[in-house]
């Protein structure tokens, strides 16, 4: 059986490579009851044959065009500066249509259609080309969705390796100061007073300990076992005779 990610000492952890990491990833997704992340594969999109016909079209405000084109840029001009618009309302369950005036920003524009010919003989390939679009939309949406859910389970564990590395590396350098003191110092006794200058007492007791290194005066407490006295024999005397 494999061995959980969370089954490793501190120590152990911080020294795994992300590599490593990885590899307690799926056992970390199997006990979240996430399903590992499958590369996504889209389909193939036909290109898109191109429209055939370049028209003029009047435009009723920047962003919407209105159903009419021509090949003529005055007619459209005509169009917005002699006629209003047909907007659809839609009041208590129906549309109503409600004429408006082309707003101020209304302009010609040029737009490229399909003949009622050239989109005969194009049709099923841009169904095609359509259908493959709405179906890699939709694989896109659910991996994206399934590489959340993947994120929110492996969280935890990638965020506690990195405070393991960061704790690591925390603590070697409380290590690597120690070094550097008794070499300056000459002395282990004295380096270590100057090292208690530089960091806290916990925690160069705990980098000692952490990188097995002996340090004057931050050796781990240990606490002593409890003796135990054997209680004294009683004599038939004391014995409670019943």
């Known amino acids: 059986m494999a061995t959980p990610y969370w089954d490793l000492e501190e120590k152990e952890r911080a020294q795994l490579t992300e ?24 389909a193939t999109v036909p290109p898109m ?14 962003y ?39 707003a101020k920003d209304a302009e010609v524009r ?14 099923a390939l841009i169904e095609r080309a359509n259908s493959a679009k709405a179906a890699n939309e939709k ?7 399934a590489c959340k859910k993947q994120r929110e389970a492996l969280k935890g564990l990638w965020e506690d390796w990195h405070e393991c590395l960061a704790k690591h590396a925390r603590l070697g350098q409380i290590i690597n100061t120690w070094h550097e003191y008794v070499a300056t110092a000459g002395s282990e006794e004295l380096a270590a007073k100057f090292l208690a200058k530089a960091f806290e007492h916990d925690d ?18 240990v606490e002593p076992e409890p003796v135990h006295t054997p209680a004294p024999e009683r004599g038939a005397a004391e014995l409670d005779l019943f």
């Open 110 to 123: 040029i737009k490229r259609v399909y003949s009622a010919e050239r989109f005969a003989e194009a049709r």
């Open 64 to 102: 919407h065009s209105i159903d009419i084109g021509s090949d003529d840029a005055a007619a459209c001009g005509d169009v917005i500066n002699s006629c209003v618009r047909i907007s659809a309302e839609w009041v208590g369950g129906k549309h109503v249509d409600v004429a408006r005036p082309f």
């Open 139 to 145: 694989a896109d949406a659910e991996y994206a969705e």
């Open 19 to 42: 590599a490593e990491v990885e590899k307690y990833c799926d056992f970390e997704l199997m006990t979240a009851g996430v399903l590992k992340v499958k590369p996504l594969v889209l």
């Open 204 to 221: 160069i007791v705990e980098a000692a300990e952490w990188w097995s290194v002996a340090i004057p005066l931050f050796a781990p407490e």
């Open 49 to 62: 044959p191109e429209p055939d016909l370049e028209l003029h079209v009047p435009m009723s405000d920047s």
